[in-house]
């Protein structure tokens, strides 16, 4: 609609002055020293839902970080949506890697830096905006509900509990997330499915204190040399994952899938420039996009223990530590898979040394038809402001309250990511395109205007 066009271009700049400001707040959930900072950003996003024009905009606190909801119901008897994201980011670190400090969002070539640009304040931050132009053009065909939560990056536990006693206030017809990727802006693609989390930590006690490494080196055994021959030990030479039983649930992809995401576009040349890689890797037989779409994987998330310090420091540690996540694809579930983590590692443990190993967080990997009316109408919503069809693929991250949703609410969900992979999420420099922020504005409304359509 040229009335949706026109308004927004008329405010783009205030949308972007707005989206800087949201970003300026260190709102990480892992840190119990940006508490206050969690609190300032919510009180921020409820302000802002109300300028957009909810009728009602709440924060509810948890034991945790606060829950923001907000609504607009113009008519009951109209479809609702329920729009989910989150406004907690991952922590920053490295700060040294940083070409400009996370927390002040700097515009670089026509891409905002910042943390949280793209996961998720600048993507579920279109939808408010996305709101107001509706709002004020006198255009909103659906009911809106908001639930922005602040727990997203530490495993949404205290939301599982708010949506659990609050499936009235959630009711809707359909959840909308923005918090995956495209191929790219010349290819859009709709994520159908995202992966499941496991978590642990490993902690491996040898001697009762650092030794000296030249008069107890060789005779005592060092945990980090025993950490990296336990951790090394859980992929074979295909790259398949050792784990006993690992593999058991794991849907298999139909060839029918395999052949559609063969068929998207992939440059693997440019693919390694992008990440400065001499070569891919991954598990034998199977192509980039399947290794991070329908394939489980390991990986060590951090790895630590003795002197990490500048120069030099002889010493044989008394501890080591591991940071380990899995990504689940559908069938598998986080707990079966943390417990079969959590048994190999203490299983495997060598003499000379004591294995602790522990759980973080999980969640269940979620897959959407793309037979459906609200997926369809995302599609045409991304076609019409595209001017083409969109890929449906399959996203490698994990978004872990999703199978939650569909269970206590009984919605499903459609993803209508604009970030793109190689935005640097979790990584320093994390950017989002200024182009992909008002292309997700522009389009959202028209899911709203397919959506509230008869199937």
């Known amino acids: 609609m040229n009335s949706w066009k026109d308004y927004q271009n008329l405010h783009q700049e205030r949308f972007l002055q707005e989206l800087l400001e949201l970003l300026r707040i260190p709102s990480v959930s892992a840190r119990s020293e940006n508490k206050t900072d969690m609190h300032t950003c919510a009180e921020l996003v409820q302000k802002r839902l109300r300028e957009a024009g909810a009728d009602r905009a709440e924060i509810f606190q948890t034991p945790g970080h606060p829950i923001v909801f907000a609504e607009k119901i113009i008519d009951p008897s109209r479809p609702t949506v329920l729009v989910y994201g989150h406004y907690d980011v991952q922590p920053a670190d490295p700060l040294e890697l940083w070409t400009t400090p996370p927390f002040e969002p700097t515009i670089r070539d026509g891409k905002i830096f910042a943390r949280g640009a793209c996961d998720d304040k600048g993507q579920f931050y279109m939808h408010v905006k996305a709101l107001e132009i509706m709002t004020a053009t006198g255009t909103l065909p659906v009911n809106i509900k908001f639930l922005i939560e602040g727990e997203e990056e ?50 491996v006690t040898g001697p009762n204190r650092d030794l000296h490494s030249g008069v107890y080196g060789g005779a005592v055994a060092n945990p980090a040399t025993l ?47 992008d990440l400065g890689i001499p070569a891919v890797w991954g598990e034998k037989g199977y192509s980039t996009h399947e290794r991070t779409g329908i394939r489980p994987t390991l990986e060590v998330n951090g790895i630590w223990g003795g002197y990490t310090g500048e120069g030099s420091k002889t010493v044989l540690p008394s501890k080591a530590f591991a940071k380990i996540s899995c990504r689940l694809v559908p069938n598998q579930t986080s707990q079966k898979i943390t417990d079969k983590l959590i048994a190999y590692f203490q299983s495997i443990a060598p003499q000379g040394v004591t294995v602790k190993a522990t759980e973080h967080h999980g969640g269940e990997p979620y897959l959407t038809p793309i037979d459906s009316h609200a997926y369809r109408s995302a599609a045409k919503a991304i076609a019409q402001t595209f001017g083409k069809e969109p890929i449906p693929v399959r996203g490698g991250g994990s978004i872990p309250i999703c199978a939650l949703f569909e269970k206590e609410l009984g919605l499903k969900i459609v993803f209508m990511g604009f970030g793109l992979d190689s935005d640097n999420l979790h990584s320093p420099n994390e950017k989002y395109d200024l182009f992909n922020f008002y292309k997700g504005i522009e389009t959202i409304p028209y899911f709203h205007l397919y959506f509230s359509e008869k199937k």
């Open 227 to 273: 950490l990296a021959k336990m951790i090394a030990s859980c992929h074979d030479e295909n790259n398949r994952i050792t784990i006993p039983g690992f593999y058991d649930d794991v849907l298999e992809a139909s060839e029918e899938e395999r052949n559609k995401m063969a068929a998207a576009p992939f440059d693997e040349e440019e693919y390694k420039k």
């Open 154 to 203: 530490v495993g949404s536990s205290h939301l599982s509990d708010f949506v659990k006693n609050n499936k009235s206030l959630l009711q809707a017809d359909v959840i909308l997330i923005s918090d995956t990727s495209m191929l790219s802006m010349d290819t859009p693609s709709i994520d159908v499915g995202v992966r499941g989390l496991s978590y642990i930590e490993v902690e």
